[in-house]
T-cell receptor
Framework: DAGVIQSPRHEVTEMGQEVTLRCKPI?????LFWYRQTMMRGLELLIYFNNNVPIDDSGMPEDRFSAKMPNASFSTLKIQPSEPRDSAVYFC???????????????FGEGSWLTVV | AQSVTQLDSQVPVFEEAPVELRCNYSSSVSVYLFWYVQYPNQGLQLLLKYLSGSTLVESINGFEAEFNKSQTSFHLRKPSVHISDTAEYFCAVSYGTSYGKLTFGQGTILTVHP
């Protein structure tokens, strides 16, 4: 199994530019999560989808952030315009089907390391 | 609000010594507990999890954790650590009605010295 695949692995961009992070979940998984990791705030859940539908986006910092999941095998997290404080590692994760509270394992990608200068 | 507290941000130990990484969570009727490990510049990998049944769970590389409902704790232990165990460890909780959403602790950096 290829695991959760994220791209790009590293990105350096200038403030004000648009950033798009991409994720391919594990085939057959029906839940997808976007997390952000920073030194100050640790791991924060930004948004998660179930069957391509956003379930909870309360963690999305502000309107500059948006996420989509057009199909079961692809999701994007977009930041427009980007700011230096958005510098972080962004993780995508997915989990297998089951009842919502089944405790299925969440599998993480390798992360996208974003630096906004 | 749901919360997870890892009581130690850094734990230095010598090789072959025992270690305990502490984790407490806010109480809930239904809860699932996880420990993830993150090696430098890598993603998170599941180390072990508690869903139900025996309160003591083990991983394949010698770690174990015990679910203690009365103390709302899920401490991670290893009787003898190796240099290769140096990493950051995250405790995480999934609450019964949260679609498997995980709430993470702040992480504990375990450094094993020779």
């Amino acid at each position: 199994d290829a695991g959760v695949i994220q791209s790009p692995r590293h990105e350096v961009t200038e403030m004000g530019q648009e950033v798009t992070l991409r994720c391919k979940p594990i085939s057959g998984h029906d839940s997808l999560f976007w997390y952000r990791q920073t030194m100050m705030r640790g791991l924060e859940l930004l948004i998660y989808f179930n069957n391509n539908v956003p379930i909870d986006d309360s963690g999305m910092p502000e309107d500059r952030f948006s996420a989509k999941m057009p199909n079961a095998s692809f999701s994007t997290l977009k930041i427009q315009p980007s700011e230096p404080r958005d510098s972080a590692v962004y993780f995508c994760a997915s989990s297998s089907p089951g009842q919502p509270s089944s405790g299925n394992t969440i599998y993480f990608g390798e992360g996208s390391w974003l630096t906004v200068v | 609000a749901q919360s997870v507290t890892q009581l130690d941000s850094q734990v230095p130990v010598f090789e072959e010594a025992p270690v305990e990484l502490r984790c407490n969570y806010s109480s809930s009727v239904s809860v699932y507990l996880f420990w993830y490990v993150q090696y430098p510049n890598q993603g998170l990998q599941l180390l072990l999890k508690y869903l139900s049944g025996s309160t003591l769970v083990e991983s394949i590389n010698g770690f174990e954790a015990e679910f203690n409902k009365s103390q709302t704790s899920f401490h991670l232990r290893k009787p003898s650590v190796h240099i290769s165990d140096t990493a950051e460890y995250f405790c995480a909780v999934s609450y019964g009605t949260s679609y498997g959403k995980l709430t993470f602790g702040q992480g504990t950096i375990l450094t094993v010295h020779p």
